[in-house]
């Protein structure tokens, strides 16, 4: 990918893009893939950059959904069982098997949830990752030593994939681009274009590396910008109603002590109604989530303080040694565009299933859904698009595309050396990210390219001046750009400190 590149396609295009697609996350770019593919023209453009927002927070999980099993939407769980399995096999660098642990400390607790992960198996059919079964206590303490002993019965185990989301969203814009998609982040959207009929027929955004305004012409406008579509709907029809019910999640870091194995820990019920994960990532223990509705989606949301001690005492029931707030490495906190329906009173009870909205003037949003159908839902965005835009009928076959991976031996060559003593990340990672990545600012590097501000907020304000001397060089840029950029990384790394609440 080329940013430099991408702007001179949009510049000197004359005829109309097949499809344009605004935001830059996992349902965006998933969009661009599959309508790429297929051999349409699209163009992708995102405000930020490519997952600033809810595609680089999750929880890790490529998943099925244990608890909307709990729900009884069947239907959706089957889905995600298949498209967790169609995206190990399309991703495996990325996505990998991941044994569950759910501990028992009741007498009911084994036949329970034994019985509930044996149907889980069984939806998941030819796409399942492996058996659940029984463990007797000595098999559960065998995998998770620092669970808490005390009343320990036993437990179950089952499976499910684990990913790195930010990773596998820019190794999809890099699929995307070598399927000839023009992809361009800091290209912020602020006007729609209209026909005499009005009809959408193109959009305006401006590209702010460059300060130059720009348009562009498109048969179909799809509006992928996740917790920010009614932003753009308000654009389109100025009295649209409400489609998001916002709601955010928390997750904390700790180090690995934690979780030493290779197993996590699922918590089938937390005060607020939801599970909670203990998950090995990056070296380190992840723990979360909860679901807190919000008035309103925020480019960088901050955790609530009940939702850290909703964690970390839930995180205490089951561990021996209980994490403290001194133990946090880091937290962070994203937002899910959960779909309005009815007069649901708590957000945990929303569906996570995908919506497509077609407005009078043709635009078409997508809303809902999470990582794991990000493939589904992008088919689904782009047979609507076809028949949207009158485009030549073409079969998806992203069922089958492998995923471009990185080249560790082509980003080696760029550079060796270590940036820190504490995350094993290197002046190669930080060239390859400016040159083949897209990456301009030293946060899109120690956030999304790397995960250092993720696991580790300390270290990652440790590494970022070397960061900034290091992109300077690739992206031309003077002393007083990396002062900038320092100041700026600085104040975003305040969300993922602890101490700052």
């Given at each position: 990918?080329?940013?430099?590149?991408?702007?001179?396609?949009?510049v000197?295009?004359?005829e109309?893009?097949?499809?344009?697609?605004v935001?830059?996350?996992?349902?965006?770019?998933?969009?661009?893939?599959?309508?790429?593919?297929?051999?349409?023209?699209?163009?992708?453009?995102?405000?930020?950059?490519f997952?600033?927002?809810?595609?680089?927070?999750?929880?890790?999980?490529?998943h099925?959904?244990?608890?909307?099993?709990?729900?009884?939407?069947v239907?959706?769980?089957?889905?995600?069982?298949?498209?967790?399995?169609?995206?190990?096999?399309?991703?495996?660098?990325?996505?990998?098997?991941?044994?569950?642990?759910?501990?028992?400390?009741?007498?009911?607790?084994?036949p329970?949830?034994g019985?509930?992960?044996?149907?889980?198996?069984?939806?998941?059919g030819?796409?399942?990752?492996?058996?659940?079964?029984l463990?007797?206590r000595?098999?559960?303490?065998?995998?998770?030593?620092?669970l808490?002993?005390?009343?320990?019965?036993?437990g179950?185990?089952?499976?499910?994939g684990?990913?790195?989301?930010?990773?596998?969203?820019?190794?999809?814009?890099?699929?995307?681009?070598?399927?000839?998609?023009?992809?361009?982040?800091?290209?912020?959207?602020?006007?729609?274009?209209?026909?005499?009929?009005?009809?959408?027929s193109?959009l305006?955004?401006?590209?702010?590396?460059?300060g130059?305004?720009l348009?562009l012409?498109?048969?179909?406008?799809v509006?992928a910008?996740?917790?920010?579509?009614?932003?753009?709907?308000?654009?389109?029809?100025p009295?649209a109603?409400?489609?998001?019910?916002p709601?955010?999640?928390?997750?904390?870091?700790?180090?690995?002590?934690?979780?030493?194995?290779?197993?996590a820990?699922?918590v089938?019920?937390?005060?607020d109604?939801?599970?909670?994960?203990?998950?090995?990532?990056?070296?380190?223990?992840?723990?979360?989530t909860?679901?807190?509705?919000?008035?309103?989606?925020?480019?960088?949301?901050?955790?609530?303080?009940?939702?850290?001690?909703?964690?970390?005492?839930?995180?205490?029931?089951?561990?021996?040694?209980?994490?403290?707030?001194a133990?946090?490495?880091?937290?962070?906190?994203?937002?899910?565009?959960?779909?309005?329906?009815?007069?649901?009173?708590?957000?945990?009870?929303?569906s996570?299933?995908?919506?497509?909205?077609?407005?009078?003037?043709?635009?078409?949003?997508?809303?809902?859904?999470?990582?794991?159908?990000?493939?589904h839902?992008?088919?689904?965005a782009?047979?609507?698009?076809?028949?949207?835009?009158?485009?030549?009928?073409?079969?998806?076959?992203?069922?089958?595309?492998?995923?471009?991976p990185?080249?560790?031996?082509?980003?080696a060559?760029?550079?060796r050396?270590?940036?820190?003593?504490?995350?094993?990340?290197?002046?190669?990672?930080?060239?390859?990210?400016?040159?083949?990545e897209?990456?301009?600012?030293v946060?899109?590097?120690l956030?999304r390219r790397?995960?250092?501000?993720?696991?580790?907020?300390?270290?990652?304000?440790?590494?970022?001046?070397e960061?900034?001397?290091?992109?300077?060089?690739?992206l031309?840029?003077?002393?007083?750009?990396?002062?900038?950029?320092?100041?700026?990384?600085?104040?975003t790394?305040?969300?993922?400190?602890?101490?700052?609440?």
């Amino acid at each position: 990918m080329n940013r430099a590149a991408s702007v001179r396609r949009i510049v000197e295009r004359r005829e109309a893009w097949d499809i344009a697609v605004v935001g830059g996350g996992a349902t965006g770019v998933g969009i661009a893939v599959d309508a790429a593919s297929r051999g349409y023209d699209v163009v992708l453009l995102e405000r930020n950059d490519f997952g600033k927002g809810t595609s680089s927070r999750s929880t890790k999980l490529v998943h099925g959904g244990v608890r909307y099993l709990q729900q009884g939407n069947v239907s959706l769980v089957m889905e995600a069982l298949k498209e967790r399995g169609l995206l190990l096999r399309n991703a495996p660098h990325l996505v990998r098997d991941l044994e569950f642990v759910v501990p028992n400390y009741a007498w009911w607790e084994a036949p329970f949830y034994g019985i509930g992960l044996k149907i889980y198996d069984l939806l998941a059919g030819k796409y399942g990752f492996g058996r659940s079964e029984l463990l007797s206590r000595e098999e559960v303490l065998a995998r998770i030593p620092t669970l808490d002993r005390d009343g320990l019965r036993g437990g179950v185990k089952y499976h499910d994939g684990q990913f790195d989301d930010a990773r596998l969203l820019i190794d999809l814009a890099r699929t995307a681009a070598a399927h000839e998609a023009c992809l361009l982040n800091y290209a912020p959207v602020d006007g729609l274009l209209k026909d005499g009929d009005g009809f959408v027929s193109g959009l305006r955004f401006r590209d702010e590396e460059s300060g130059l305004r720009l348009a562009l012409r498109a048969r179909c406008v799809v509006n992928a910008t996740g917790p920010f579509c009614d932003e753009l709907r308000r654009v389109d029809e100025p009295d649209a109603a409400p489609m998001i019910a916002p709601s955010q999640g928390v997750h904390l870091v700790l180090p690995r002590e934690f979780l030493p194995g290779d197993s996590a820990i699922m918590v089938p019920h937390t005060r607020d109604g939801r599970v909670m994960f203990a998950i090995p990532w990056h070296g380190h223990a992840l723990i979360g989530t909860t679901d807190t509705p919000i008035e309103a989606a925020v480019l960088e949301p901050s955790p609530q303080e009940h939702e850290v001690e909703l964690i970390l005492d839930t995180a205490s029931d089951y561990l021996a040694k209980r994490p403290a707030r001194a133990d946090v490495l880091s937290v962070f906190t994203g937002i899910r565009p959960l779909v309005r329906t009815g007069e649901a009173s708590k957000t945990a009870a929303l569906s996570r299933d995908h919506t497509i909205h077609i407005s009078s003037s043709g635009m078409l949003t997508i809303v809902g859904g999470k990582w794991t159908t990000y493939r589904h839902m992008a088919e689904d965005a782009v047979d609507h698009a076809i028949v949207l835009a009158h485009l030549e009928e073409r079969p998806c076959v992203t069922r089958e595309l492998r995923i471009h991976p990185g080249d560790a031996g082509a980003i080696a060559q760029l550079g060796r050396d270590s940036l820190g003593d504490v995350l094993p990340i290197t002046s190669g990672q930080v060239r390859w990210s400016a040159r083949h990545e897209m990456a301009r600012t030293v946060e899109d590097v120690l956030a999304r390219r790397t995960r250092a501000l993720f696991l580790n907020v300390r270290a990652a304000l440790a590494m970022a001046p070397e960061v900034a001397r290091l992109l300077a060089q690739e992206l031309e840029r003077d002393e007083a750009w990396q002062r900038t950029q320092l100041r700026a990384f600085r104040d975003t790394a305040r969300f993922f400190q602890l101490e700052e609440l």
